[in-house]
């Protein structure tokens, strides 16, 4: 079974920086392809970002170029920079786990709360 801690939320101005971290436990993390999503007040959950075992990485249009997502696989923890903040930022930032055995992302951390104030 896999556990996933999102941390590293917070509030920010406009132009700002953050870093969110993803802590996973349990199965293999480094053959997880791992992923952020978000989702703001009313809308559906979005994809943000992913990042394959062998760091081939995707990115939604709307953060690219701003967001960078990495991984450690020594201490078992993903990442999302994010930089050029926008108040259209702003949103719950939740981590996800996909094995290989899995066609989708199944596995999910409670989610942390980023605010981007203008």
């Known amino acids: 079974q896999v556990q996933l801690v999102e941390s590293g939320g917070g509030l920010v101005q406009a132009g700002g920086s953050l870093r969110l971290s993803c802590a996973a436990s349990g199965g293999t993390f480094s053959n997880y392809r791992m992923g952020w999503f978000r989702q703001a007040p009313g809308k559906e959950r979005e994809f943000v970002a992913s990042i394959t075992w062998s760091e081939g990485t995707a990115y939604a249009g709307s953060v690219k170029g701003r967001f960078t997502i990495s991984r450690d696989n020594a201490k078992n923890t993903a990442y999302l920079q994010m930089n050029s903040l926008k108040p259209d930022d702003t949103a719950v930032y939740y981590c996800?786990?996909?094995?290989?055995?899995?066609?989708?992302?199944?596995?999910w951390g409670q989610g942390t709360q980023v605010t981007v104030s203008s």
């Open positions: 996800g786990a996909r094995s290989p055995g899995m066609d989708n992302y199944s596995y």
